[in-house]
Each structure stands twice: as structure tokens, then as C-alpha cells.
């Protein structure tokens, strides 16, 4: 049978990415595991009749827009399609507040789950946002607990992930300084051809 899912490795700041599409959008972005074959394999993993190929042209411009937002770019990615097939109701709606957020800001659980029409809603919020399957283009990353603090991140390498792109787009709370200005602990250490060291 002919596939309906596809897949693709590619390079950014951070490390190696994949990315997997359908015919409606991409249903899956993955970001850099230290080993290629672990990425892979997950994608391997969503869908029997999944293959990885040569993306197509709607991707390769998707592609370049998170490549290019790894670099400290301020694209919101917000008009790239995402399949959502199986995603539950509830996460969609906190998935699209998350999109509303621009590089080099921040939101709460709770300023989500106010969003939502209940603050009591806020451990929901973060259990949807723990299965995020789009990072990057639905910016889990970008919502924070209460004062700023680092919270849990489903991604590899956790929240020390979460800081690092945190540290990429300069985020801002609200009416607050930069998360990380005169901070040199996370200043991003760039290596050969803008990848981060150790990435």
C-alpha cells in the first residue's frame, strides 16, 4: 500500500530535527535526540504507512522558517498547517492560544487557562502541552509557571532545552526584563556554521 505519511531529518541551531507530514499538514515535529537513529525510529513508530523521503516543496518552506527561528529569527510560524487528526478538542484550543504568543515572549499555564475561561483549567493546560506533538511550531516552550519559573519539558533534553530556545528568541515576561540578560550561563554557545556546541 502506497504511504500516507512522510518524514525528514534536518540541521538547525539545535541540532538535528524531523519533521513529518500528510496530505493535510504536518502531524509531527520532532526536536534533536543525541541519537539520529532514536528520531527515526519515533517517527517510524506514528504510523505504519510512513516512509522517509525528499520533502515535498510546502515543507521545505516550513523547514526553512524553524531553521530560521533557531538562528534568534522572529517568524510566529503561525500559518504553517498542522494535521491534527486524533488530537483531542481541549488540546487544540490550547494549542492555538500557544501559537498566538510571538518569539521572545512568555505566557503562563494559567494566563493559557485563563484564556480558556477557567484559571482552574491551568493542570490541564499542562498536560495537553506535555503532548504536544508539533514543538517549535506550536511554542510550548514560550509558557512558563508562575513568576517565570522553569517547568517541566516533554522534549530531549528537557528543560534545559526549554531554556536554550528560551535563550535563542531573547525571551521577555511581560513588562519584565529579558529572562536572560547578563546571564552568561545561558548565552548560547555557537560552533561551526551557527550549530550550538554539544548539539
Not at 520532532?30 to 527515526?40: I, M, N
Request: aromatic residues 8%; positive net charge; glycine residues 10%.
Amino acid at each position: 500500500m502506497k504511504p500516507t505519511h512522510a518524514f525528514c531529518l534536518f540541521d538547525t541551531a539545535l541540532g538535528r530535527c524531523a519533521i513529518g507530514w500528510s496530505a493535510a499538514g504536518v502531524f509531527r515535529v520532532l526536536l534533536p535526540s543525541p541519537d539520529e537513529s532514536v528520531t527515526r525510529n519515533t517517527m517510524r513508530d506514528s504510523f505504519t504507512l510512513i516512509e522517509e523521503v525528499k520533502p515535498p516543496k510546502f515543507i521545505v518552506l516550513a523547514i526553512q522558517r524553524i531553521v530560521a527561528l533557531f538562528e534568534g529569527g522572529k517568524d510566529d510560524l503561525r500559518t504553517i498547517d498542522l494535521d491534527m487528526t486524533g488530537v483531542p478538542p481541549f488540546h487544540r484550543a490550547v494549542y492555538a492560544l500557544a501559537r498566538e504568543i510571538p518569539p521572545g515572549e512568555t505566557r503562563t499555564y494559567g494566563d493559557l487557562a485563563k484564556g480558556l475561561g477557567d484559571i482552574a483549567l491551568s493542570r490541564a493546560v499542562g498536560v495537553a502541552l506535555g503532548a504536544n506533538p508539533f514543538p517549535i511550531v506550536v511554542p510550548c516552550h514560550r509558557i512558563v509557571g508562575a513568576n517565570g519559573k522553569m517547568t517541566g519539558f516533554s522534549a530531549p533534553g528537557g528543560v534545559e532545552t526549554k531554556m536554550r530556545m528560551l535563550t535563542i528568541e531573547r525571551a521577555r515576561l511581560s513588562n519584565q526584563p529579558t529572562l536572560f540578560d547578563n546571564d552568561s550561563a545561558f548565552v548560547l554557545a555557537r560552533g561551526p556554521r551557527g550549530k550550538s556546541k554539544g548539539a
